[in-house]
């Protein structure tokens, strides 16, 4: 089992920059997956990206490439997510998950842990 904590969340203008952070409860094993996902009321919950736990690789969806920067940090079991020049539709609640496997995937019912959420709000 491995309990995940978002924080970070908050409210940003358009064009500003959040910080959010995944806390793991324990080391991720080197198989491990660790991803973000982001949901709007009524919409379906949405990869945004992900990386492998031992080799650092990341991967990003269309909309977030060149903005977003995933990293983490082996030591404190925590994985970020650097998000620049956020628009409002980058507005959501941000959830943390995790998977067991050596692929990034991006559906988010191959995730089998997940943490709470952090609200992000992008005003214009």
């Known amino acids: 089992q491995v309990q995940l904590v978002e924080s970070g969340g908050g409210l940003v203008q358009a064009g500003g920059s959040l910080t959010l952070s995944c806390a793991a409860s324990r080391r991720p094993g080197s198989i491990f997956v660790m991803g973000w996902f982001r949901q709007v009321p009524g919409k379906a919950r949405e990869f945004v990206g992900g990386v492998l736990w031992n080799k650092g690789d990341t991967t990003y969806i269309d909309s977030v490439k060149g903005r977003f920067s995933i990293s983490r940090d082996t030591s404190t079991n925590i994985m970020e997510l650097r998000m620049n020049s956020l628009k409002p539709a980058d507005t959501a609640v941000y959830f943390c998950?995790?998977?067991?496997?050596?692929?990034?995937?991006?559906?988010?019912?191959?995730?089998?842990?997940w943490g709470r959420g952090t609200q992000v709000t992008v005003s214009s």
């Open positions: 998950a995790a998977r067991l496997g050596t692929a990034i995937l991006t559906s988010p019912t191959d995730y089998n842990y």
